[in-house]
């Protein structure tokens, strides 16, 4: 049988392409698309159709082979395996769904990754799919996940007060779940997070440390979010813990949760305005001493904008983020570290614990933060000399 479906990829994603291609073949053979015993290309074939080299190709192909899911046979070519068919059938299912808001970060991937690395030591495949933020989206993979008979699903879910979500139908048909930074209300599913109140408060009493005392949150919508509101809560305690009054929170941009490469490479037209607020409040007459980023993607529209300003960090204005992503270390940025390994880890776990039992007892694991501190949030006017970070090397 000819295949008619292509593999396609995405370059510009932080995920290695080699993982890429062996998700789309994991996805093409649990959907029922590619049958048993159906040959597929060439790695000639795939190295002129991807334009990748054909190391890559090897690689992927080998992971596939390793999996069970693809047979070499010598002088004919690659076929999928009749094993993995009968592995993908409802009654002993090994494939996990598992789908987030977006995979643009080496934050996600190593969530990714640390979720693969647990499933596949008990012989489980991993599906990834990308909703981008759109609830629509999330659904119709779902949906589509659903058709393919997984054996249960790990989930982001997109941020929505919507109740008539792919979501809520799959814990009602019972439906094996874990969530993975948030949860959704009235679904009982078991759910891996950071502890984001921790990790808020910790962030604050380095700045109340260091001697500031006016700190104002900085917040992009949805305020809702978990994560978010626990980061914010943190900040509020901290500073009433301080005998320090809290500022009115300073929320910025529209209600859409965005990822990194919107963000970071797509510049819009609301990012512009995002920029032009946070610079109207730094030059006027109520900018603060030190500013709580919710997230360092919103941190980095404050480096933007101080500089719009003519402000120095941390001269003129201290800053600090939440996350310790990519270009955190090169903005040299203080802020606070997930466990993203781990978080996919446990997740993983939690999915598979749920899949071998019957229990009915929803287990929620916080895992701990850390605090990184580096440039942004240091006082100019104290001795930094003798401020360490965490693990007790010098500041940055």
């Known amino acids: 049988m000819e295949i008619q479906r292509k593999i396609t990829i995405n370059k510009n994603a932080p995920i290695p392409i080699y993982q890429q291609i062996l998700n789309e073949i994991r996805t093409y053979i649990a959907s029922g698309e590619w049958p ?5 290309p060439t790695e000639a074939e795939l190295e ?26 010598p002088g004919k070519g690659t076929f999928v395996s009749g094993a993995a068919i009968s592995a993908a059938t409802p009654t002993t299912g090994s494939f996990i769904g598992y789908v987030v808001p977006h995979i643009s970060s080496s934050f996600n991937v190593q969530i990714l990754l640390g979720v693969e690395t647990i499933l596949k ?20 993979l779902l949906e589509d996940l659903q058709t393919n008979k997984m054996a249960g699903y790990i989930i982001q879910p997109v941020y929505s007060n919507e109740t008539n979500r792919s979501i809520v139908d ?26 984001h109140f921790e990790g808020g408060q910790q962030i604050v009493k380095h700045l109340i440390d260091q001697g500031y005392r006016d700190i104002v949150y900085l917040a992009r919508e949805p305020l809702g979010l978990f994560s978010i509101a626990e980061r914010l809560r943190g900040y509020e305690v901290a500073m009433v813990t301080a005998g320090l009054k809290p ?13 990194y490469v919107q963000n970071q490479n797509s510049p819009t037209l609301e990012e512009k305005s995002v920029t032009d607020t946070i610079r109207e409040l730094l030059q006027g007459p109520a900018r603060p001493e030190a500013i709580v980023a919710m997230n360092d993607l919103v941190a980095m529209s404050v480096f933007e904008a101080a500089a719009q300003a003519g402000l120095r960090i941390p001269q003129d204005l201290a800053l600090v983020g939440f996350d310790n992503l990519d270009y955190a270390d090169t903005h040299n940025l203080t802020t606070v570290a997930q466990r993203p390994f781990e978080i996919g880890n446990a997740a993983a776990r939690l999915l598979l614990s749920r899949i071998c039992s019957n229990t009915n007892t929803i287990e929620q694991i916080l895992l701990p ?19 360490s970070d965490p693990q007790g090397g010098p500041v940055k």
């Open 48 to 73: 002129a159709e991807l334009q990748v080299s054909r190391v890559t190709i090897r690689q992927a192909l080998s992971a596939a082979v390793e999996e069970g899911l693809v047979i070499r046979i």
């Open 369 to 387: 933060t850390q605090l990184v501190i580096r440039g942004s949030s240091i006082n100019p006017d104290r001795v930094s000399t003798s401020i």
């Open 170 to 195: 799959i814990a009602s048909k019972g439906g094996k779940l874990a969530f993975i930074d948030r949860s959704i209300p009235g679904v009982k599913a078991d759910s891996v997070m950071s502890n």
């Open 36 to 40: 048993a015993n159906t040959q597929i």
């Open 121 to 140: 030591q008990e012989g489980f495949h991993l599906i990834f799919c990308n909703s981008e933020g759109d609830l629509a989206k999330e659904n119709q």
């Open 247 to 259: 500022r009115p929170s300073l929320v910025v941009g529209g209600p859409i949760e965005l990822g």
